[in-house]
């Protein structure tokens, strides 16, 4: 069979491979009324006395009824949640239709984590930050349990590594950009599918050895100590584009595979990311970007196929494909990576719901704080724009557009 005919037939059987896992889906309802509209809204939440924030995104196509998976995001150091959702590019250009994401604040813009992705004792416990944020929208919204995923970039992505050792019976896989770590010890009650982005030119956290205290080994390490840890026995090593190479580490226990993206030359950078691309000369610090793949299109293919192929044992072999070099081939199929152009001017009007609510006061609290009226902010984000303005506060009530500015910080 040619190339085109095997691609062309892998395309085909994942597809109908998915539309089954749609109507399967689609017959857990959530028969309680859990409408909300969409639109982006800012959450507060007490945990060990601390006041913690997020800020939720909820898609157009989310109707409080069909149970929708819920993405994790981690921002950098020195990064807001909501520079962070629009700087990874996750509900930007025809992405975030198919899911929610809740997008957390780290005490002083930084999560407390440290070398082997460990936590300071005497910081703020952020495990227990997402774990109360997860169970707190599991009650508000209409949520698949099933696939509960973690994302992040930089220190964010080491905190996200962490999540898949502490969160391990939540948090069904994990894509990490510029931060994947092995966490010792690793205390994942199963095996935790991870896929992971890193330049090889990263100059923050480097991909070799070295680097600043809490980084150390490098991403290798880190990728081969998660596939040692989920008991892969099969590797292969593909070229998906000019400067881009995949290392698959698969055949693993529960099906749990352990993929790197490889980007020669590739800085600091979220692969796919118009922000990160055209502010390259802005952020030379972080080195080069690329658009050749999209981390969050990848990442998001990643992880569905994973939630099915937990729930499948057979998954490969109940859709025809048999051969170790058909299997290889798929798992690299997935959407087209953006193109440069097809962002240009292009502009994602979002509707700023305000906060959600009632409150509870604290992460086992029943009770609730005062009603807080909705604010009704339109949101106009432009996808190439060079550099974002600070958010400002509007009068409650008030209409206008909100502009933001990425925020660098320490970059770690």
């Keep these: 069979m040619g190339g085109a005919s095997m691609h062309g037939l892998l395309l085909a059987l994942l597809g109908a491979e998915r539309g089954v896992l749609v109507a399967e889906r689609a017959a857990n309802l959530c028969y309680d009324d859990r409408p909300r509209e969409a639109g982006l809204y800012d959450g507060e939440i007490f945990v060990d006395g601390l006041r913690r924030t997020y800020v939720l995104f909820v898609p157009p196509t989310y109707d409080g009824h069909h149970p929708m998976p819920l993405i994790v ?4 150091t020195g990064v807001t949640a909501l520079e962070e959702l629009h700087q990874s590019g996750l ?8 899911y929610l994401v809740v997008t957390l604040n780290g005490v002083n813009k930084a999560f407390n984590v440290l070398e082997n992705a460990q936590a300071n004792p005497s910081g703020p416990d952020d495990v227990k930050f997402a774990r109360t944020v997860y169970k707190y929208l599991a009650t508000r919204m209409c949520l698949d349990a099933s696939r509960v995923y973690a994302t992040g970039i930089s220190r964010g992505g080491r905190f996200a590594s962490r999540l898949a050792s502490e969160m391990s019976d939540i ?5 990490i950009v510029s931060g994947i770590r092995y966490p010792t010890p690793n205390n994942a009650t199963r095996p935790v599918p991870i896929i992971a982005f890193h330049g090889t030119a990263d100059p923050i956290n480097p991909f070799a050895d070295g680097g600043p205290a809490y980084w150390k080994t490098g991403v290798e390490d880190a990728i081969k100590g998660w596939a040692k840890f989920n008991g892969c026995k099969k590797e292969a090593v593909l070229r998906v584009a000019d400067s881009i190479v995949k290392e698959l580490y698969y055949d693993c226990l529960d099906n749990a595979d352990v993929a790197l993206y490889k980007i020669e030359g590739g800085g600091h950078t979220w692969p796919g990311s118009t922000f990160y691309y055209h502010n390259q000369g802005r952020l030379r610090q972080l080195g080069k970007a690329t658009m050749d793949i999209s981390a969050s299109d990848l990442a998001w293919d990643f992880w569905e196929r994973h939630a099915a192929m937990r729930l499948d044992k057979n998954y490969w072999k109940h859709l025809g494909i048999k051969t ?3 299997i290889v081939l798929a ?4 959407e087209p990576a953006p193109l440069e152009s097809a962002f240009v001017g292009a502009t994602l009007t979002l509707t700023h719901r305000g906060r959600l609510g009632p409150w509870p006061w604290g992460p086992t609290a029943g009770g609730h704080g005062p009603p807080v009226a909705s604010c009704a902010l339109v949101m106009a984000l432009a996808l190439a724009l060079v550099g974002f303005r600070r958010r400002r506060a509007a009068p409650r009530g008030a209409v206008g557009t909100v502009g933001l500015r990425a925020s660098v910080g320490e970059l770690l």
Aim: proline residues 4%; glycine residues 16%; contains cysteine.
């Design 73 to 76: 995001n981690c921002p950098n």
């Design 91 to 98: 509900v930007e250009g025809g992405r975030g239709e198919h």
């Design 324 to 326: 170790e070099t058909e």
């Design 331 to 334: 798992t690299v199929i997935t």
């Design 171 to 175: 948090i069904a896989a994990v894509g």
